[in-house]
């Protein structure tokens, strides 16, 4: 008896230890990586990636308008200086697999900061070129320092949003790189107009500057390891999947084009995207020529419907990549990608139509509607398979975007580099018609290879 009651005391004194431990700090401090910041925080920061990222196209674009101006300031042909276009985008191309791995190295702020001071100083020195040769060798170190902010910008995603998020978050930031992919002609056109083509580099340093400084003092560390490292007194649950980053070979990442199921969807987004600047390099060219004869603010406006054609298909097509995310139940990351692929059937039928607007010379409105309508349908993939991209390579985000990016820029400066040396030359149309097919060859393994993990899936699940 005495025994029972000496063990019924002990268990009352243990009941009171164990009422008496704080049990806030363990249930307080653990917390999802994802919600370090506050939703507040993950907008700002959401907001001034994506103002960024307008500088990569506005970078290539914002002069279209001036090329022939340039070419008679600088005596030289508008097919030297539209050749500014192409090297820019491949040595963009080439230098995203640079800051990939430097950002998941060292993080994404000294990352994001060093591409933007050295944009700023090159933007300069193309603003005062004397001669063609100046010129596209800064363009060349231009298009090289500002892909940073598509690289950076995509890793930030991948380090403050979940998957299920992440599509919708994509979309957003896409926004920009499109609309300043045809808003920079509509801004350069009258810019140059009124003060001449050295203005527009000068615009581009000025917004640089403004955008480095709101950087600094605004944009935290967002790198998950040093965000780990830095909160080291909470309990991050996602703790044991975030490892310490190493510096790796920049050309290393090139070996994820080794996994088809990785390749087949780069592809798939680099065709449609490569065709889709070079539809919109040549609209401005060919807009100037007769029988149109565009001036530089008439050719500047005439892109703005693609802009609102980007901008809609960049939230159309990251909302429904988080429907068809959460339809799948997050089982399949491929079926994010569904919405996407069915928008891509619009890119070869926008390509095909607008060869043969410009080939039978008909109405103006023709053209534009075409290219509108590639951008659109690009534009809704594009988000898509950036998320999941990310959300298959999770710790390496920056630098699975950087292969991306890589091939999506030197493809489409190799194809515009292309197109303005045999258009000329050839059937505008078939040539047109030629992009179209390859376009549809690109898209379907894609497709293909969609179809085959959901079915997959599908057929070995199992309900409970």
């Given at each position: 008896?005495?025994?029972?009651?000496?063990?019924?005391?002990?268990?009352?004194?243990?009941?009171?230890?164990?009422?008496?431990?704080?049990?806030?700090?363990?249930?307080?401090?653990?917390?999802?990586?994802?919600?370090?910041?506050?939703?507040?925080?993950?907008?700002?920061?959401?907001?001034?990636?994506?103002?960024?990222?307008?500088?990569?196209?506005?970078?290539?674009?914002?002069?279209?308008?001036?090329?022939?101006?340039?070419?008679?300031?600088?005596?030289?042909?508008?097919?030297?200086?539209?050749?500014?276009?192409?090297?820019?985008?491949?040595?963009?191309?080439?230098?995203?697999?640079?800051?990939?791995?430097?950002?998941?190295?060292?993080?994404?702020?000294?990352?994001?900061?060093i591409g933007l001071a050295l944009f700023i100083i090159f933007s300069i020195?193309?603003?005062?070129?004397p001669n063609i040769t100046v010129l596209i060798i800064f363009r060349v170190?231009?298009?090289?320092?500002?892909?940073?902010?598509?690289?950076?910008?995509?890793?930030?995603?991948?380090?403050?949003?979940?998957?299920?998020?992440?599509?919708?978050?994509?979309?957003?930031?896409?926004?920009?790189?499109?609309?300043?992919?045809?808003?920079?002609?509509?801004?350069?056109?009258?810019?140059?107009?009124?003060?001449?083509?050295?203005?527009?580099?000068?615009?581009?340093?000025?917004?640089?500057?403004?955008?480095?400084?709101?950087?600094?003092?605004?944009?935290?560390?967002?790198?998950?390891?040093?965000?780990?490292?830095?909160?080291?007194?909470?309990?991050?649950?996602?703790?044991?999947?975030?490892?310490?980053p190493r510096l790796v070979k920049p050309w290393l990442p090139l070996i994820?084009?080794?996994?088809?199921?990785?390749?087949?969807?780069?592809?798939?987004?680099?065709?449609?995207?490569?065709?889709?600047?070079?539809?919109?390099?040549?609209?401005?060219?060919?807009?100037?020529?007769?029988?149109?004869?565009?001036?530089?603010?008439?050719?500047?406006?005439?892109?703005?419907?693609?802009?609102?054609?980007?901008?809609?298909?960049?939230?159309?097509?990251?909302?429904?990549?988080?429907?068809?995310?959460?339809?799948?139940?997050?089982?399949?990351?491929?079926?994010?990608?569904?919405?996407?692929?069915?928008?891509?059937?619009?890119?070869?039928?926008?390509?095909?139509?607008?060869?043969?607007?410009?080939?039978?010379?008909?109405?103006?409105?023709?053209?534009?509607?075409?290219?509108?309508?590639?951008?659109?349908?690009?534009?809704?993939?594009?988000?898509?398979?950036?998320?999941?991209?990310?959300?298959?390579?999770?710790?390496?985000?920056?630098?699975?975007?950087?292969?991306?990016?890589?091939?999506?820029?030197?493809?489409?400066?190799?194809?515009?580099?292309?197109?303005?040396?045999?258009?000329?030359?050839?059937?505008?149309?078939?040539?047109?018609?030629?992009?179209?097919?390859?376009?549809?060859?690109?898209?379907?393994?894609?497709?293909?290879?969609?179809?085959?993990?959901?079915?997959?899936?599908?057929?070995?699940?199992?309900?409970?």
């Amino acid at each position: 008896m005495i025994k029972s009651l000496s063990n019924i005391a002990g268990e009352e004194e243990e009941q009171k230890e164990i009422k008496n431990v704080d049990l806030s700090t363990s249930v307080v401090d653990e917390i999802s990586i994802y919600n370090i910041h506050t939703k507040f925080q993950h907008n700002i920061i959401l907001f001034w990636i994506s103002v960024t990222v307008i500088l990569s196209p506005f970078a290539d674009t914002i002069f279209l308008p001036a090329i022939h101006t340039i070419a008679l300031d600088l005596k030289t042909n508008d097919e030297l200086v539209t050749l500014t276009v192409s090297v820019s985008l491949i040595s963009n191309g080439i230098s995203c697999l640079i800051w990939g791995v430097i950002s998941d190295r060292y993080g994404r702020n000294i990352t994001m900061r060093i591409g933007l001071a050295l944009f700023i100083i090159f933007s300069i020195i193309c603003g005062c070129a004397p001669n063609i040769t100046v010129l596209i060798i800064f363009r060349v170190l231009q298009g090289a320092t500002v892909s940073v902010t598509v690289i950076v910008g995509q890793g930030v995603i991948a380090d403050i949003y979940p998957p299920g998020e992440r599509g919708w978050a994509t979309g957003i930031f896409f926004v920009p790189v499109l609309v300043g992919a045809v808003g920079g002609p509509a801004i350069g056109g009258p810019l140059t107009y009124f003060f001449g083509w050295r203005s527009t580099f000068i615009l581009l340093a000025i917004i640089s500057i403004f955008i480095l400084v709101a950087h600094v003092l605004i944009i935290p560390e967002t790198h998950q390891y040093k965000v780990l490292v830095k909160y080291s007194e909470k309990t991050i649950i996602e703790s044991r999947d975030i490892s310490e980053p190493r510096l790796v070979k920049p050309w290393l990442p090139l070996i994820y084009l080794t996994d088809l199921t990785i390749l087949l969807y780069i592809v798939s987004a680099t065709v449609p995207f490569a065709f889709m600047m070079t539809d919109q390099t040549l609209l401005t060219t060919l807009l100037a020529q007769k029988p149109y004869s565009f001036n530089e603010i008439q050719t500047g406006v005439s892109l703005l419907p693609l802009g609102l054609a980007a901008i809609i298909g960049c939230f159309l097509g990251g909302a429904l990549s988080d429907k068809a995310n959460h339809y799948y139940t997050n089982n399949i990351p491929e079926g994010r990608l569904v919405p996407g692929l069915i928008g891509l059937i619009l890119v070869p039928f926008g390509l095909a139509m607008y060869g043969w607007s410009f080939y039978f010379r008909l109405n103006a409105i023709l053209p534009i509607l075409s290219a509108t309508i590639v951008a659109f349908g690009q534009s809704i993939y594009r988000p898509g398979v950036s998320s999941y991209l990310t959300v298959t390579k999770q710790q390496h985000a920056a630098t699975i975007v950087s292969v991306n990016t890589f091939l999506n820029h030197s493809i489409a400066g190799i194809s515009i580099l292309v197109a303005v040396l045999i258009y000329p030359t050839i059937n505008i149309g078939m040539f047109f018609t030629i992009l179209s097919g390859i376009n549809i060859a690109a898209i379907i393994p894609a497709c293909a290879l969609t179809v085959t993990r959901i079915r997959s899936y599908n057929k070995n699940y199992q309900p409970i």
